[in-house]
């Protein structure tokens, strides 16, 4: 997978001062061949997801069942594509969670 637009804005600022990159960077992992279209299918079906007051809602199994009608998924691949974005979406929430616990940064004095 290729970096985003910001990340490549950090790896050359990073180059061009000779500092060493972020370790988020650094050590971002890597998805192993095939698995890209389970994380394409999970970031399209977010936008389908609850936003309500107390935070994001799991991503709706109707929708994955409608993702898999539309693009014709069937049998197994099936199968694979709703464990693997219920399993994303999981670890999606429990991030997002944690990150609310977090109060915010405080302001940067000048």
Not at 11 to 23: G, V
Not at 46 to 75: F, L, Q
Not at 90 to 107: D, H, T
Request: a positive charge.
């Amino acid at each position: 997978m290729e970096q985003g637009p910001v990340e490549k804005l950090i790896i050359e600022q990073c180059y061009r001062n000779n500092m060493p990159l972020p370790e988020k960077i650094a050590n971002a992992p890597e998805l192993t061949p095939g698995l890209s279209f389970f994380l394409a299918a999970f970031f399209e079906l977010s936008t389908c997801r609850y936003k309500g007051g107390m935070g994001d809602g799991p991503i709706p199994w109707v929708a994955i069942n409608e993702y898999c009608k539309y693009h014709r998924i069937r049998g197994e691949q099936r199968e694979d594509l709703e464990y693997h974005v219920q399993k994303l979406d999981i670890e999606y929430l429990k991030f997002q969670a944690k990150r609310a616990e977090k109060p915010p940064p405080a302001p940067r004095k000048r």
